[in-house]
């Protein structure tokens, strides 16, 4: 009986080869799609990273945890920020809806 032959449904020993064979070829190649965004992605990480000073202040301006703990629970409890609550954490001011 050749493929052409099969009913529908059926495979051949060696249509299975075929596609078993394949697999590793499309798996090695979804690997170097991905090394290569990982490659774009890394490629200007030292331009996007903040300075190490300015990490630090940033992280010396934080509460200490137990504090960070607390208003994340009281957040959770209260149902979240609104958005104008959100956009003044931040610094920027809402747009007033209409």
Partial sequence: MNRDSQPQ???SK???AER???E???SNQGAARNSDIIAQLKQHLEETRLPAD???QI???LPPPEEQERLYREMQENGGLSSEQFFASLGLEAEPRP
Avoid: H, W
Wanted: glycine letters at 6%; proline letters at 6%; charged letters at 30%.
């Fill in 9 to 11: 449904g059926e495979t």
């Fill in 14 to 16: 060696s249509d299975r």
């Fill in 20 to 22: 078993s064979a394949a």
């Fill in 24 to 26: 590793p070829q499309q």
């Fill in 54 to 56: 300015l990490r630090e």
């Fill in 59 to 61: 992280l010396a301006n």
